[in-house]
């Protein structure tokens, strides 16, 4: 989602879900600084954006919590969520993020969305 909104990307989804990221918090996964960064360099080299840093500092200025990852706890979950719902487990983190907190789940990816429902997590 993140990406999109930095890569001009637009969908009706992603402008709704930015919109709200501007009045409240967010929660992402420890993963998510990592996969967006590799996102942004990737962009960059590719010459789809100018400047993967500005990028970011332009990301940073919303509010976005990183929830920290405790590997005797929560890899296990992760990992038998991926498998029951045939995601990867960097995926299944954002799903285990939002059934732990009981928040809603914003993404664009399709098979997360379908997990998302069949967990019974809320769409943003």
């Known amino acids: 989602m993140s990406l999109a909104w930095l890569l001009n ?5 992603a402008t709704r879900t930015l919109a709200i990221a501007a009045s409240y918090n967010f929660i992402v996964p420890a993963n998510w600084p990592l996969e967006v960064a590799t996102g942004l ?3 960059e080299r590719r010459g789809r954006i100018e400047s993967a840093d ?5 990301l940073m200025a919303l509010r976005i919590d990183t929830e920290p990852m405790r590997a005797n706890q929560d890899v296990p ?7 029951r719902f045939s995601l990867t487990g960097y995926d299944a983190a954002y799903l285990h993020l939002a059934l732990g907190q009981k928040c809603p789940l ?5 098979a997360l969305q379908g ?8 769409l943003l």
């Open 41 to 43: 360099l990737r962009a």
């Open 9 to 13: 990307e637009p969908s009706a989804y």
């Open 54 to 58: 500005t990028a970011w500092s332009l």
């Open 106 to 110: 914003a993404t664009l990816d399709a």
């Open 115 to 122: 997990a998302a429902s069949a967990a019974g997590v809320t």
């Open 77 to 83: 979950t992760i990992m038998a969520a991926a498998r």
